[in-house]
């Protein structure tokens, strides 16, 4: 009966078991008198990510596996299974979930990698948050491959439970109380709004698992006031909601500003590129493959249009740094919802792309952001005349702003340019023109970025200290990918177009 | 009677019941010891009749949240008691891999001090 139901989720049941096995080594060694309370988290941070072998000749004090890396690599190696239906179907493994789980786990890695310099600096002592952040990256594996509604509410509601811990790290300092409290406010209700479609669904239908469902809705129209039921309309409507509360399309976004700009810069790093992905997967498994319906697409159309506008417009007022790169994120996945909303299968290539290359430039982002944070780089006019004072750095921060522009040879460009050519096949001719135009008032802000780092002079001139070594390899290798990827991107379009069609078969 | 077990049922609360109040009324401290704290009802250490929103400690808070996890996991712990027949070796296992990770966060938090009323 469960002949390879523990074998294929392998890696996950790896990572929950080195999670369990490392906040036990960390709680019980770091109350403990006889080493003298040890402030802990770059080792489970190290622990957690990867193994740190004798590297010419530095030893570090504790050597222990790879951690995470295995992971990855069980995954991209071993698949013991490529296509599987697991545990009664709750989960299923196919390409799509294969390549975005890998994805996922690289994104969480170097995420990790940023933040091992920022405990040190703000000596924060939580390791907590690394063990919370291993739980999610587990819960997100897991929302990925699920398959029933039920698994999927319980892989959400294990993300914003470790996610509504870590906004409030910072103890001293109210903005983030402030964020953690907003965020977890918000989280709760957009679940319970979730669940709340679910349960509708199953009291409407009978059926939670995707793929019944979908067959159940091959060529059945849900509209509203029709002769078939209305409640399965509401359901989907509700699930629809809780979904868009979570990643922060524009009538449910009011949340994430406050929580993007008051949680420490980690945890907003986590914030925008994580969830995004997962959350991202799951709404085009349940939206394209179980209620396949040209109902939502305008709903989708409509979220989307007002999301590129609010992330332009709204942006551009903006004087600090993380409000700012809250509403690009906004903007941004108004631009993935346009590839979302058409529905075919270019559509979700164009997503899947799209994701890829934003999540790129927003670890790059934020690895600028925390290297700068010395001396509170809070606002965007503490930037000024960093070409003077580190310019490399300026060139990498000018190249992403570049990129999250639109200009031409770069990565985002060709994101963008590929979302509004599926939107134009579909027929989505509004929808592409307000994308362009977008496009055009946000260049604004993303350039102003470039123009207070060459042209202006701060007050008060600050030196930042250099960066440490792993954000300087992370910033190399991503701000590489965005140069260059339009010389050869077919890899990715192939990967892409593997996933989304193995999604729809 | 099909409904003796209702009866039972019946019975031992109303027994239970006035078994709860009449002992208090037995035992109670009568005129010569009593002074007003040892009369006044409990509440924590707090005063009954005070106003609602004053200051309290953290830790009533996190002993309700705590209590709330494990009073839970004993909740799943009844129907699985008296299924286990039926789910064999494979149903005892599942739940033993519950109890482990529900232990874990036990072991956490008895390390952290959650558990000293200090």
């Known amino acids: 009966m469960f002949e390879h139901d523990f074998l294929a989720p392998f890696p996950e049941i790896f990572l929950i078991n080195a999670t369990i096995i490392l906040l036990i080594y960390e709680v019980v060694l770091s109350t403990s008198k006889k080493y003298d309370y040890p402030p802990l988290v770059r080792n489970v941070s190290w622990l957690g990510l990867l193994s740190v072998v004798r590297l010419g000749g530095r030893v570090w004090e504790n050597e222990e596996p790879y951690r995470y890396l295995i992971t990855i690599l069980l995954l991209a190696a071993n698949a013991p299974l490529t296509v599987a239906n697991l545990f009664y179907n709750n ?64 892989a959400i509601e294990l993300q914003s439970l470790c996610f509504y811990v870590i906004p409030a790290l910072k103890r001293d300092f109210e903005f983030s109380t402030e964020a953690g409290l907003k965020y977890f406010i918000l989280g709760a209700f957009s679940s319970g709004i979730l669940l709340f479609g679910c349960s509708m669904i ?89 209620f396949y319906d040209p109902t939502w697409q305008q709903l989708f ?11 332009a417009l709204a942006a551009m007022a903006q004087n600090k740094v993380k409000r700012l790169l809250a509403y690009s994120s906004i903007g941004h996945v108004g631009y ?40 509170c780089f809070k606002y965007i006019a503490d ?71 060459y042209f202006d002079t701060p007050k008060t001139w600050i030196l930042y200290k250099p960066m440490d070594r792993e954000k300087s390899l992370l910033l190399a ?29 | 009677m099909e409904f003796a077990p209702i009866c039972v049922y019946l019975v031992i609360s109303l027994l239970l019941s006035l078994i709860l109040i009449g002992v208090s009324f037995l035992f109670a401290s009568s005129s010569s010891l009593a002074y007003p704290e040892k009369l ?45 027949n ?13 109890l482990l990770i529900l232990t874990i966060g036990f072991i956490y938090e008895w390390k952290k001090g959650a558990l000293d009323w200090e």
């Open chain 1, 91 to 154: 989960l299923i493994i196919n390409n799509f979930t294969y390549f975005c789980q890998i994805f996922l786990l690289l994104n969480t890695a170097s995420t990790i990698v940023m933040c091992l310099d920022y405990f040190k600096e703000e000596s924060l002592n939580a390791f907590e948050s690394i063990v919370l952040i291993l739980l999610f990256t587990r819960s997100m594996l897991l929302m990925i491959s699920a398959y029933d509604l039920i698994a999927m509410y319980l």
């Open chain 1, 202 to 290: 199953y009291g409407f239908i009978g059926v939670t698992n995707f793929e019944e469902l979908a067959k159940i809705f091959i060529g059945y129209k849900i509209t509203l006031f029709g002769a078939q039921s209305s409640g399965i309309f509401m359901g989907i409507l509700f699930i629809a909601v809780g979904f868009l509360f979570k990643i922060t399309t524009v009538p449910f976004h009011m949340w994430a500003l406050d929580v993007y700009e008051g949680s420490p810069t980690l945890v907003t790093t986590f914030f925008s590129i994580a969830p995004k992905i997962s959350i991202l997967a799951n709404m085009v498994r349940v939206f394209i493959y179980s």
């Open chain 1, 301 to 311: 159309f409509f979220c989307s249009i007002a999301s590129m506008i609010l992330g």
């Open chain 1, 336 to 375: 993935l919802f346009i590839g979302f909303s058409c529905g075919t299968i270019e559509g979700i290539q164009s997503l899947l792309i799209g994701v890829f290359i934003y999540v790129l430039m927003t670890i790059n982002v934020f690895a600028i952001v925390l290297a700068l944070r010395q001396n």
């Open chain 1, 383 to 453: 930037l000024g005349a960093l070409a003077k004072t580190n310019p490399i750095l300026t060139i990498t921060l000018s190249i992403t702003m570049f990129s999250y522009a639109g200009i031409p040879p770069l990565a985002g460009f060709c994101s963008k340019f590929y979302l509004f050519f599926v939107a134009l096949g579909c027929g989505a001719y509004l929808l592409a023109l307000i994308g362009v135009v977008t496009i055009f008032i946000s260049c604004f802000y993303y350039i102003r970025f470039v123009k207070i780092m």
């Open chain 1, 477 to 505: 290798i991503t701000l590489f990918f965005i140069t260059f990827f339009f010389l050869y991107p077919s890899p990715f379009f192939l990967i892409t177009h593997q996933m989304a069609l193995s999604l729809c078969l």
């Open chain 2, 40 to 84: 006044s009802a409990y509440e924590c250490g707090f005063d009954p009749l005070d106003d609602a929103r004053s200051r309290f400690d953290i830790r009533f808070y996190l002993v309700s949240i705590l209590f709330i996890i494990f009073d839970l996991e004993v909740t799943f712990l009844f129907p699985w008691a008296v299924s286990l």
């Open chain 2, 86 to 98: 039926k789910i064999g070796l494979f149903g005892f296992w599942s739940m033993i891999v519950f």
